[in-house]
């Protein structure tokens, strides 16, 4: 694990990039792939609402309703 500057958050040394969900990857898909990466020990995933913005019939903003979505759960 690693510390995040002078703080207390301990975060895996991989990152996982949110980059694809909603998008190339469905909803179904998306919380599958969080689940197996927490799963296996993973605390750290990368987000930005622009992944998608370019895609047609996309606002921007899918990745982080679904993984939004995933941490309500």
Do not use: H
């Not at 694990?1 to 969900?21: H, Q």
């Not at 969080?34 to 996309?58: C, I």
Request: aromatic share 10%; charged share 20%.
């Amino acid at each position: 694990m690693t510390k995040i500057g002078n703080s207390d958050l301990d975060v895996a040394p991989l990152c996982l990039g949110g980059n694809t969900f909603g998008w190339t990857s469905d909803r179904e898909q998306s919380l599958a792939v969080l689940d197996a990466f927490t799963g296996g020990g993973g605390n750290f995933v990368d987000t930005a609402d622009s992944y998608s913005a370019w895609v047609p019939g996309n606002q921007g903003g899918e990745s982080e309703t679904i993984i939004g979505e995933w941490l309500t759960r």
